[in-house]
């Protein structure tokens, strides 16, 4: 119950809008502007996207938002005006169980444009850049990725025909097995 009614005063103290969250939004925040909202990271990442080098931030433990077991912001955006590596390119939420049940989402961020079950995960899909990622019985947000708009998805009506990927549930320890090169 307390975890729920934290997830409430979330949506409601950071004015849920429907490509952000708080004061975070893809391809406008920056990482100044994430600094100074959220403080220093638990951890940076350094990595390519693209061929441009790209930084990741991991907000976890004490401090991670309020409610949340994990924050990650990606930066690194690629604009008509060329390369922004302080420009949050995506973010994403990993809520405390009972934080953002499917209706508080509803509520927050209005109905979904599309949803559906990728990879055996429910998931619910928004034109502006949403998408969240339930639990089995459809109860509790589990991650929520925040994106910039699809191109093409910001008509009244249209849905974007890319269906997202399952969260990687991978441990960060291990490493991705190489290609098969055989020939079948």
Known sequence: MRAALIGLLALFA????????GTITPGESTAAGVKAEH????????????????????YEGDRAPVGMTRMVVEFGLLTRQGY?????????????PGVFSRDQVIVGWGKPE???IQDGVPFMMYNSGLVVYFDKDILNAVSMWFTRPLPGAGAEG??????????????????????????R
Not at 14 to 21: E, R
Not at 84 to 96: A, I, M, T
Request: net charge positive; hydrophobic share 25%.
């Open 158 to 183: 249209s849905t974007p025909t890319a269906t997202p990927a399952a969260p990687a549930t991978r441990p960060p320890e291990a490493k991705p097995k190489p290609p098969d090169r055989s020939t």
């Open 14 to 21: 950071f004015g849920a809008a429907a490509a952000g969250w």
């Open 39 to 58: 403080g220093e990271p638990s951890k940076v990442t350094k990595m390519k996207a693209e061929g441009y080098d790209t930084t990741e931030w991991t």
């Open 84 to 96: 922004q590596p302080d420009v949050v390119r995506s973010f994403r939420l990993e809520p405390n």
């Open 114 to 116: 599309k949803g559906g």
